[in-house]
């Protein structure tokens, strides 16, 4: 049995890894840390796993959580990870990140984002980027794996396929996606508040959003092309699930049938991702609950233009789902162990 650690564990996120691994046939869940004044009792803190588990979530010492496990999740966040990930690695021991610290090889491109120097350049350097559709290989032999954000997830995985083929430009990409409220993670504010969401709908974070420049440098380097993005992230009125609409300018006439194939080919024999037939399109509840990320199609031959709409659990594929998922192909698992598809 893999021995794993789950640092962050009382966020949404941090749940969500544990919930996956308690059903995982290969994993024992050997420690538990979070922000806490004192051990706490995981069933405490989440009453709807009374009965079920009995586990204490301590304040992270890191040599504590190295002698006890294997494999590490961090599900801490943006700028807090890069604290950790170094010494764990040097413990001898593997880690997926969920934060946005180790998705950029480009130390620059996060430091202007987020707002924080980079203390481990060296660790940047070594990270692989998962998304295992895109870069399978390398996740395999790799340490330290930087676990994809939800909207990109969605989005890149929406336009990879085209991208690639050359069917349509890495300019002027509109995405225009909406989320459920958890994605802002698990912490007391204002406009997350139940009468401030409820019954209201709202874009924010236009031109500023973080997960503008992730998008923009994954699809520019697996792609070999330059990519400028639009992102117009909303808040939607739900707990979980990200649906986002995708405009792709196209460069050549092409036939709903070539697109069709484009997807299909890149995505053939992908456990976690489904190319809807022609003339449907994904919904929001149908991916949230799963670790499948849904793609509809849609050619619009009057503006020159193509479509994807997209839709993702963002606590499942676009964050612990894929993280299990990286864990399964960096230990040799079957990919889809321990995952709802």
């Known amino acids: ?71 590490v999740f961090l599900a ?23 934060s946005a610290d180790y998705r950029f090889r480009d130390v620059s491109v996060f430091e202007r984002w987020y707002g924080a120097e980079h203390v ?31 909207y990109p997830t ?10 690639s083929a050359g069917l349509v430009s890495g300019k002027r990409v509109i995405v225009d996606a909406k989320t459920g409220v958890t994605g802002a993670g698990r912490k007391a504010s204002l406009p997350l508040l139940f009468p401030e969401v ?18 923009e440098y994954i699809l520019s380097r697996a792609c070999g092309t330059g990519v400028e993005v639009e992102f117009s992230p909303h808040l939607l009125p739900v707990n979980r699930g990200i649906l986002g609409t995708v405009y792709l300018d196209l460069i050549r006439d092409v ?26 399109l994904p919904e929001l509840r149908e991916a949230v609950g799963n670790n499948t990320c849904r793609l509809g199609l849609t050619l619009n031959p009057r503006t020159r233009r193509l479509i994807v709409v997209t839709a993702v659990d963002n606590l499942l594929k676009g964050a612990a789902g ?4 990286n864990m399964n192909i960096m230990e040799g698992f079957d990919e889809k162990t321990g995952l709802p598809a």
């Open 1 to 71: 049995m893999l021995k794993v650690a789950v640092v962050g564990a009382t966020g949404y996120t941090g749940i969500e890894i544990v919930k996956l691994l308690l059903g995982h046939p290969r994993v024992e869940i050997a420690a538990l840390a979070a922000k806490v004044d004192g051990p706490v009792r995981l069933q405490d803190e989440f009453p709807q796993l009374r009965g079920n588990v009995d586990l204490t979530v301590k304040s992270l010492d890191v040599a504590e959580v190295a002698s006890a496990a294997d494999f």
């Open 76 to 98: 801490l966040p943006h700028t807090i990870s890069m604290r950790f990930a170094a010494a764990f690695l040097k413990a001898g021991k593997k880690v997926v990140d969920l």
């Open 120 to 150: 481990d350049p060296e660790g940047v350097e070594e990270a692989v980027y998962g998304m295992p559709e895109l870069f399978r290989d390398e996740i395999r032999s790799a340490r330290l794996v930087g676990n994809p954000g939800c």
């Open 154 to 163: 969605g989005t890149i995985l929406g336009i990879y396929p085209a991208l």
């Open 198 to 215: 409820n019954e209201n709908f709202k874009a924010y974070g236009l031109v500023t959003h973080k997960h503008t420049p992730e998008m």
């Open 255 to 280: 036939s709903p049938e070539e697109v069709e194939e484009a997807y299909l080919d890149a995505y053939r024999g992908e456990p976690f991702v489904r190319v809807y037939p022609r003339g449907s």
């Open 322 to 325: 894929q993280a299990v998922q």
